[in-house]
């Protein structure tokens, strides 16, 4: 059930039996495989390899938790949340290594090939679960199906904005941040400081890509963050 920014469910993911015995072993290990698909990228390339699929999984869905409290949500609603963003990128390593580690820009052939993983973890789920009927694998799917998606419609399925839900509309700017926070060398010497990313977010995308009501309370989670030292390091997928 949705209300404007706030986001709450009928079933608590700590405590729903389905969720604990079926779901959180199945992201457990799903997260474990991408972890090795990851494994994989290491030699595919001679410099290093900054942006970690299974790193990137956890980084999301941890802000994305902080979010929802800013948001107001409860601690129960915001660990569901953390929980369904977990498994966005499975779909991933269903496609080849070595489509993913280049050092020039992505051309849109490959941006399109590269946006299947989109469809690809869906399908993960729909075929491990045929016959299991919860909302937390309806959220799962609708995450991973449309995570990639813009305000205006312009995204990979061409889903508008007042198609997706505000837990996939919170997605896509958590996941984008994220994206951008972390190097690769077709970034150059962009600034990938928090301030920097913001800033982009802000200003060259802005509320065509965005939900911007959502986007500025996430921000400001991420600058009181900046604020307190608490950032990502330069090519560097650790806390500092």
Request: with cysteine; charged share 30%.
């Amino acid at each position: 059930m949705e209300k404007g920014l706030f986001i709450h469910f009928d079933f608590d993911f700590a405590t729903d039996e389905t969720c604990q015995t079926v779901f959180k072993p199945f992201i457990e290990e799903e997260l474990a495989r991408l972890a090795a698909y990851d494994a994989q990228r290491q030699d595919t390339t001679d410099w290093d390899i900054t942006y970690i699929f299974h790193e990137h999984a956890q980084r999301v869905a941890e802000n994305i938790y902080r979010t929802c409290l800013a948001l107001g949500m409860s601690e129960a609603d915001a660990n569901t949340m953390r929980w369904a963003v977990l498994p966005h990128d499975i779909g991933k390593r269903l496609l080849p290594v070595d489509l993913w580690d280049q050092e020039e820009k992505p051309s849109g052939r490959v941006k399109k090939v590269r946006r299947l993983h989109t469809l690809l973890g869906a399908q993960i789920v729909e075929e491990m679960f045929p016959d299991i009927d919860h909302p937390f694998k309806d959220l799962m799917i609708e995450i991973m199906r449309y995570h990639h998606e813009q305000m205006d419609g312009c995204g990979p399925h061409e889903a508008p904005g007042d198609q997706l839900s505000t837990a996939v509309r919170l997605v896509a700017i958590v996941e984008a941040y994220d994206g951008w926070r972390i190097w690769r060398p077709h970034f150059g010497d962009r600034d990938i400081s928090p301030p920097g990313v913001l800033k982009r977010m802000r200003e060259e995308k802005g509320a065509e890509i965005f939900d911007m009501d959502l986007f500025e309370v996430f921000a400001k989670v991420m600058m009181d963050d900046y604020k307190k030292g608490r950032i990502y390091k330069n090519r560097d997928t650790n806390m500092s």
